[in-house]
């Protein structure tokens, strides 16, 4: 069998690697077989490097003669300082983390002739199988890695702000000691105030949100020569994954950017008005967590009136109808330290804001004409039956109905509650061909429940109205009027039979015919037949279905509560 030695100047000293099974020889250096070696290996085992690792002592024969892993910890020490037998100073060096040798110690490099009384024999050639954790060296500083950096860093960390940020926390060799991904939460906590350790409050400042950083930090930056008494071993140097997602101070106010302002703006938005606005709302990192948009309805509310988180009751001042905004609220002004549903403490709070409507409690109908015709002499009033065309939108401009869409007017008496009243007065003091803009604040138009699936609740309409015709209506309280002198014996004239009775054909059959001949006139956009019958039922005094002579009265003798009455 042919045996191999390779010869290395490793820093500086001389070492065999053993390269195959070879028969027992006598030994006068240190032998290092190379187990495993990973694929990465930032950094080497230098003389003066602080280490620990983890090793099994054995003869020749495979008798142990002491073990770190039976102890429960790493053997922790300074490499090429003396602390160590010379072969183990002289093995260590090269090591990378998480690398494993298999090292043969000479007595002349061990314990000698001497020995250790009751452990090691004199002369006794020793076996370590060692795996190496950790290093450090006093000189290290704290190494930082960026592996994610947003597009945009409109901000970074600085002394003194309030972050929230997950981690997975491991030990050099990989072990994982602790991660905030495990508890679904993020570590809140102040920076360079000194809650975190030393390597930590550090290596936070200058983070973007959306910043991912490897942090590797020494254990004098970090858990020192204790560790944290359960899963950092001490005199470990730790590294963390960390994701920043959110930061802030206590000092900061909301910020409001400007995405989109309409050209025109005639009022802006101020305490006490009632705002409908959809909106997005994500966290700073961008996790989503409500929107208006997703509901199919806008989210409708008084401002300045503490109905809403202190920031956005700000932010919506001075906004206009149809402009875009964007709301950054800090905790303090939002959800504070608790939170709420899915949004967590201390969380910043980014809305996306599209206003698309308000209104005031005090608004009236506001009346804006757009055409008059040159001749403009009879008006509309309370009692006319008027025709008109509409188109009808919300403020956003959202169309909602338009009488051009079915090719005919929109027909109504005005002041008979036909219509919502900011439309009834809107449509007073019109003339034929008249053409207006009309806008109704909610409570004078559908109200806060509005029209389901038609008309948005505590919407503002709009309409743009011309008057096509117009039919004067009767005096206020008359259904009926003669055109002239009223018969001194209508009486008898309407008993066509003159049994001395009035019944329901002959009274309907007189007064149409009457209205026919142009001599009498019903109130005009109302059933006629209706109306007859209404002024037969207030004749008919006693129900009974007919009327009499002395039942039968003229208007002027009636009081002046009756308004159907001849």
């Given at each position: 069998m042919v045996c191999t030695f390779t010869f290395m100047l490793l820093l500086g000293l001389s070492v065999t690697f053993v390269a195959c099974n070879a028969p027992p020889v006598p030994l006068d250096d240190v032998a290092i077989e190379r187990q495993f070696v990973p694929a990465e290996c930032p950094r080497i085992v230098k003389e003066g490097d602080f280490v620990r690792y983890h090793y099994l002592g054995t003869f020749p024969d495979g008798t142990q003669f002491d073990s770190s892993y039976d102890r429960g910890s790493t053997y922790n020490v300074f490499v090429g300082k003396g602390q160590l037998i010379p072969g183990i100073d002289k093995a260590l060096l090269g090591m990378c983390v998480n690398e494993r040798r298999f090292v043969k110690v000479p007595p002349n490099l061990a314990y000698g002739s001497e020995g250790v009384a009751g452990t090691i024999p004199p002369d006794a050639i020793l076996h370590f199988d060692v795996l190496m954790m950790d290093i450090w060296n006093p000189a290290d500083e704290l190494q930082i890695q960026t592996y994610q950096m947003p597009e945009n860093c409109n901000r970074k960390v600085q002394v003194s702000d309030f972050v929230r940020y997950h981690y997975n926390g491991t030990l050099l060799d990989g072990t994982l000691f602790d991660s905030s991904h495990n508890r679904l939460q993020t570590y809140n906590t102040y920076v360079g105030i000194g809650w975190l350790i030393p390597g930590m409050d550090q290596a936070l400042i200058g983070m973007c949100v959306g910043e991912k950083r490897f942090i590797t930090i020494p254990p004098f930056l970090a858990y020192r020569e204790e560790g944290d008494g359960k899963d950092i071993p001490p005199q470990a140097s730790v590294v963390f994954d960390v994701a920043l997602l959110d930061l802030h101070n206590t000092k900061d106010s909301i910020a409001v950017e400007k995405l989109f302002v309409p050209e025109t703006c005639e009022r802006r938005t101020k305490p006490g008005d009632f705002v409908r606005y959809h909106y997005n709302g994500t966290l700073l990192d961008g996790t989503f967590f409500d929107s208006s948009y997703s509901r199919n309805r806008t989210y409708d509310v008084y401002i300045g009136k503490g109905y809403v988180i202190d920031g956005m009751d700000e932010g919506l001042l001075g906004v206009c109808i149809g402009e875009k905004l964007r709301i950054t609220i800090p905790p303090h002004l939002g959800y504070g330290e608790e939170g709420t549903g899915k949004i967590p403490g201390s969380a910043v709070l980014v809305f996306d804001i599209h206003m698309i409507d308000f209104h005031n409690p005090s608004d009236t109908v506001q009346i804006k004409t757009t055409y008059k015709p040159d001749t403009c002499s009879v008006l509309t009033k309370k009692g006319d039956f008027v025709k008109y065309h509409f188109n009808a939108s919300l403020m956003d401009g959202t169309s909602l109905d338009s009488t051009h869409n079915y090719g005919k007017t929109y027909n109504i008496v005005l002041g008979s509650g036909q219509v919502v009243l900011g439309m009834d007065?809107?449509?007073?003091?019109?003339?034929?061909?008249?053409?207006?803009?009309?806008?109704?604040?909610?409570?004078?138009?559908?109200?806060?429940?509005?029209?389901?699936?038609?008309?948005?609740?505590?919407?503002?309409?709009?309409?743009?109205?011309?008057?096509?015709?117009?039919?004067?209506?009767?005096?206020?309280?008359?259904?009926?009027?003669?055109?002239?002198?009223?018969?001194?014996?209508?009486?008898?004239?309407?008993?066509?039979?003159?049994?001395?009775?009035?019944?329901?054909?002959?009274?309907?059959?007189?007064?149409?015919?009457?209205?026919?001949?142009?001599?009498?006139?019903?109130?005009?956009?109302?059933?006629?037949?209706?109306?007859?019958?209404?002024?037969?039922?207030?004749?008919?005094?006693?129900?009974?279905?007919?009327?009499?002579?002395?039942?039968?009265?003229?208007?002027?003798?009636?009081?002046?509560?009756?308004?159907?009455e001849l």
């Open positions: 007065i809107g449509l007073h003091d019109m003339c034929i061909g008249e053409k207006r803009t009309v806008i109704i604040p909610p409570h004078l138009g559908y109200g806060e429940q509005g029209i389901d699936g038609e008309v948005p609740g505590s919407a503002v309409l709009i309409f743009d109205i011309e008057l096509v015709e117009l039919v004067e209506g009767l005096p206020e309280g008359y259904m009926f009027i003669w055109n002239g002198e009223v018969s001194s014996d209508l009486f008898n004239e309407i008993d066509q039979n003159h049994d001395g009775e009035i019944l329901p054909d002959e009274f309907s059959g007189y007064i149409s015919q009457q209205v026919s001949l142009g001599r009498g006139k019903l109130a005009p956009g109302f059933d006629p037949l209706k109306i007859i019958a209404n002024m037969f039922t207030n004749q008919d005094r006693n129900g009974d279905g007919k009327i009499t002579e002395e039942e039968f009265k003229l208007k002027d003798e009636e009081s002046k509560e009756a308004h159907d």
